[in-house]
Structures are given as structure tokens and as C-alpha cells.
């Protein structure tokens, strides 16, 4: 990982600097507070400890998008879903929207509870290869509002990393909360010995989630992230009756495309709208079972596909 946050003022000495949080560069920075404290303190240990909780765990995945509402948890629901198809392939979804934890009710697991082991923390089990950990299983009620700040988020996603019993996984999915702040950053600083396979950027067609989006490339580019592909989600909608197709949100700069193009990310496919999706998901069910034959079942089995062979080939 690199040693400068990502919006770091110029000549920032870097986080692993002995002058971090205390050059002239530091001043009026957000980060200074949390800078010298970690200057003072040398590296966090969670990193080593992690390292080793996750020397059991294949590949990690993180699903990034710096737009909020383009369908980020229910491409990581349905990565899951699709992975975990392969009964052989042991599969864990980690939540680390902490502020907006969807993912236990897009799982079907909403009122679940995390129980102590000796080993640590148990997930929750959505199917016997499936397992789910969501700060929304330690919430009494799903309309509880987390109120934290930044250390407290972090303190947190380092207890789900390091106290988590995650046993033999093929592939730990991480979804991510929108932009490129707290959580983001700490993902990737925990997991920095323990390496990362890549991120998986989700946009929708227009110019306002592009926008967003083009950030989280740069953010993983800062932070040497390495990207997987751009996944272009409710990309047209084709009406079920008719068939024809319809641009619900024209894609008016050219869409993911065009930015895959200009930025050099590989593109992984294009995902339509099909109310089925949304309708699954407040279910906490898999759509591929109930539309095995829709254009949206197939583009995922597609990128799914992709993704899968990208991490292979980095083994």
C-alpha cells in the first residue's frame, strides 16, 4: 500500500514517516491527528495478526464504487450467490458499510445474531459454502442508527479482519460503503501484508455516477489497489413483453465504456434492469433461480466468470 492518504496535501512526508502529522506539509490536513499518533505508535500490529487470520483465505475481493445507489451490495450479494453455486468453493461476503449495512436483509438474514466462539466471532450462514458478517447482525433493531466516527469505524472493520473465525475460504468478498474515506482506507491498510486480489468498480451509465467513479480509480491507483475491471450496472432496461430496449439512463459521455477506455481498466461486462433484481433482494433471495434465462442472469454468470479467472491467474 502506498504511505500517502489519498487527500494528502503536496510534499505530504507519507504516513510511515517519522515526521508524519508533524512537517510544515501537515498543517490544516484532516489527517494530521491520526497521522502523528500512528508516527508515535509504529505500525498498527492488527496488520501482522491479520496477515495470518487470512493465510486461510484464498482470494479478496473488494466491491468499490464512489457513487452511492448504483447497486454496489447487490453486486456483491449476487457475486457471492454465484460464486457459492459451486458447492466445491467456500465463500464469505464481508460488510463494511458500517453507516448502511444492506446486506443481511439482501442475504435474508435481517435479525440474525453473531455468536462468541473460542476461535473468534462465527458468521452468518446463508448456505453451508456461504458465509455472511454484517455489523447489522450486532444491531438490535435494523433501523438503529450507527453514529460514529472515523476510529471507532475503523476499530471495527479491524475486529471483523482479525476476530472473525473465517476458517478455509476460495474467495472472502469485502462490499464497501460509497467514496473513498475511512473504511476504504482501512481496508486496505489491514490487508496490506495479506495481500488483495483487486477491486471491482460498480457505475451506472451516466456522466454524475462516471464522475465518482473516475475517483475511485485514481483512489486505487494512489493506494497501488489493483483493479479488476468496471462493472456497468442498470445498463438499459428490456421490457419483458416487448423486448425492445430502453436507455433509462443514457449514457451521455459513453457510458463505462468510454472511461474504461480512457482510463485503461478493463471493462467486465454490462448488467440491465430488471425489476426481479430489486425484487430479490428485499426478499434476501438469489435471483438466478427465479430468471435463469433473463439477459441480467447471463451478464453476471459472465463477469462472474471473468473475475474468477483474473484471481486464478494471480495464484
Request: with cysteine.
Amino acid at each position: 500500500m502506498a504511505d500517502v492518504p489519498t487527500d494528502a496535501p503536496e510534499h505530504c512526508p507519507g504516513t510511515t514517516s517519522a515526521q508524519a502529522g508533524q512537517g510544515a506539509a501537515c498543517q490544516g490536513c484532516p489527517n494530521q491527528t491520526v497521522c502523528a499518533s500512528g508516527a508515535a505508535a509504529g505500525p498498527d500490529p492488527a496488520i501482522e495478526e491479520i496477515k495470518e487470520k487470512m493465510s486461510t483465505v484464498k482470494h479478496k475481493i473488494v466491491v468499490l464504487s464512489g457513487k452511492g445507489g448504483v447497486g454496489k451490495s447487490t453486486f456483491s450479494a449476487h457475486l457471492a450467490h454465484g460464486m457459492a453455486e459451486d458447492e466445491n468453493k467456500q465463500i464469505a461476503l464481508l460488510d463494511v458499510d458500517i453507516c448502511g449495512p444492506s446486506i443481511p436483509t439482501m442475504m435474508g438474514l435481517e435479525g440474525e445474531q453473531v455468536h462468541q466462539s473460542g476461535s473468534g466471532w462465527s458468521p452468518v450462514y446463508v448456505e453451508d459454502n456461504l458465509a455472511v458478517m454484517s455489523i447489522g447482525f450486532l444491531l438490535s433493531s435494523p433501523d438503529d442508527a450507527v453514529i460514529w466516527r472515523g476510529p471507532k469505524k475503523n476499530g471495527m472493520i479491524k475486529q471483523f479482519l482479525r476476530d472473525v473465525d473465517w476458517g478455509e475460504l476460495d474467495y472472502l468478498i469485502i462490499d464497501t460503503p460509497p467514496g473513498t474515506s475511512d473504511e476504504h482506507l482501512s481496508i486496505v491498510q489491514y490487508l496490506s501484508a495479506a495481500g488483495i486480489d483487486g477491486a471491482v468498480l460498480i457505475t451506472t451509465p451516466q456522466e454524475i455516477s462516471l464522475q465518482d467513479v473516475r475517483k475511485e480509480i485514481n483512489f486505487c491507483r494512489k493506494v497501488k489497489l489493483p483493479i479488476i475491471g468496471v462493472v456497468e450496472n442498470m445498463s438499459g432496461f428490456i421490457c419483458p413483453k416487448c423486448k425492445n430496449e430502453s436507455q433509462i439512463f443514457p449514457p451521455t459521455t459513453g457510458g463505462a465504456e468510454k472511461m474504461c477506455s480512457d482510463f485503461n481498466v478493463p471493462l467486465l461486462g454490462k448488467v440491465p434492469l430488471d425489476p426481479i433484481i430489486g425484487k430479490s433482494c428485499d426478499n434476501g433471495k438469489s435471483f438466478f433461480a427465479e430468471i435463469p434465462d433473463s439477459p441480467a442472469t447471463k451478464s453476471y454468470r459472465t463477469i462472474i466468470q471473468k473475475i474468477q479467472e483474473h484471481c486464478e491467474r494471480n495464484l
